[in-house]
């Protein structure tokens, strides 16, 4: 998939176990514009990726990406585009 990063948004950063070690994984998030692509282009860490309308992230797993997706929202309403 290729997309153009618009601006940055908020870092969520978790501890997760994995192979009888401990790690700490931080991730950092981006408003994107989709240029041209398919979902089904993506690496192993990914499940599933789909397009699906804003009003359904409450369909994320975890409360902090919802909370970096209402982030990317209100820049997307306050932007003049």
């Known amino acids: 998939m290729v997309a153009e990063a618009i601006a940055p948004l908020d870092s969520i950063s978790y501890f997760f176990r994995g192979g009888g070690h401990g790690y700490r994984k931080e991730v950092d998030y981006f408003l994107m514009r989709y240029v041209s692509g398919d979902t089904a282009d ?33 820049l997307i309403a306050s932007s003049p585009d």
Not at 60 to 70: C, K, M, S
């Open 42 to 74: 993506h690496d192993h860490e990914i499940d599933e990726a789909q397009w699906l309308p804003a009003e359904q992230f409450d369909r994320l797993t975890f409360r902090d990406e919802r909370g970096v997706v209402e982030q990317a929202l209100r």
